[in-house]
């Protein structure tokens, strides 16, 4: 079983800036961000297949940067220009499979996620 934990959620004020990570305990070829707010459903944010092939939500198009390390098994999500309708749980989700996807079905292993919360 594979064990992803992320960090770096926490409160900001809108138009700032949040950083967060998705550290895995090995290499995960494939991994996206999803984020789910109260009474809502989970959303799609962005995918990336290995360091480079990337795909966004066009929610976050141009604010949010998804990036990974595969030397440090880490995942990135670079979140700009923060809204607070961006308020959520944000999780991260990896697969074996070599896919680029913002599907969750997809996806196999997923953290427990990290709050974002973004006042006005």
């Known amino acids: 079983q594979v064990q992803l934990e992320e960090s770096g959620g926490g409160s900001v004020q809108a138009g700032g800036s949040l950083r967060l990570s998705c550290t895995t305990s090995?290499?995960?070829?494939?991994m996206g961000w999803f984020r789910q707010a109260p009474g809502k459903e989970r959303e799609a944010l962005a995918g990336i297949q290995s360091e480079d092939r990337t795909t966004y939500a066009n929610s976050v198009k141009g604010r949010f940067t998804i990036s990974k390390d595969n030397v440090r098994n880490t995942l990135y999500l670079q979140m700009n220009s923060l809204k607070p309708e961006d308020t959520a749980l944000y999780y991260c989700a990896a697969t074996s499979r070599w896919i680029l996807s913002l599907n969750p079905g997809d996806y196999k292993h997923w953290g427990q996620g990290t709050q974002v919360t973004v006042s006005s």
């Open positions: 090995r290499y995960m070829p494939s």
